[in-house]
């Protein structure tokens, strides 16, 4: 059901929510981000998808972009542990290049792209420049970053090994890219939390999720708006 995210709306949903939720909610939306965001290109293995998911959220990094040019993506709950109803999951799959679809959405929304990738440019994660809103590209477990992400990103970045081993498991991968660029943006005067409209249209969802009545609670609330509003003088 479509509804416009309120003020009024989300402190509706509030009167369901025991206090201590309602607090742990408010500080866990206060430390979610979309300065970065992760793109996975095509990952086949569905636990490495769900793993990714469970990274993010455990991270605060609030979207993530799913490109299924190939390989559908479907929720493995012993693996994402419930991680995604917590999420922002945009999903790319219509017919031609889902890539250069979800790059083009991206760079119209600020971001510049960055694909995790061993290249003859590439900046080491350590250095990588956050400044801007940043999207991380990890590819799929077998080829990797397909060509057209390459020919279509702004730069490459790499984690830095001193083992004999030169890769990481993907969803290590993007684990060790999230905790430690959080991590760094938290100590930067960059303004990476989420507005508070932002703020309340998770915050809605997130109560949506919990109490498991949505339509109900949403058609209520929407009643009610339409008496007051006939009852106005």
Not at 54 to 65: A, L, P
Not at 103 to 126: M, R, T, W
Request: hydrophobic letters at 35%.
């Amino acid at each position: 059901m479509e509804y416009t995210p309120s003020k009024e709306l989300k402190e509706f949903m509030f009167q369901f929510l025991t206090d201590e939720k309602i607090r742990r909610f408010n500080d866990i939306v206060d430390q979610r981000t979309r300065h970065i965001t992760v793109v996975l290109e095509d990952v086949y293995q569905a636990q490495n998808t769900n793993a990714v998911l469970r990274s993010c959220e455990c991270f605060g990094v609030q979207d993530v972009h799913l490109i299924q040019n190939k390989y559908e993506f479907e929720i493995v709950q012993d693996v994402s542990l419930g991680s995604a109803k917590w999420l922002n999951i945009k999903q790319y799959k219509e017919e031609g290049d889902n890539t250069l679809a979800c790059f083009e959405l991206l760079k119209k929304q600020g971001y510049k792209i960055i694909c995790a990738s061993p290249h003859e440019n590439e900046v080491d994660l350590n250095e990588i420049n956050i400044d801007q809103k940043t999207a991380f590209v990890i590819g799929s477990e077998l080829e990797g970053i397909s060509s057209i992400a390459k020919d279509n990103c702004d730069g490459f970045m790499k984690i830095p090994m001193v083992g004999f081993t030169e890769s990481l498991n993907l969803s290590n991968c993007s684990a060790v890219i999230f905790q430690h660029l959080t991590n760094r943006l938290r100590k930067t005067n960059i303004n990476w939390q989420l507005t508070e409209d932002e703020k309340t249209a998770i915050l809605i969802e997130w109560c949506f999720e919990v109490t498991g009545r949505r339509d109900l609670l949403l058609d209520y609330f929407l009643s009610k708006v339409d008496s007051n509003l006939n009852q106005a003088p």
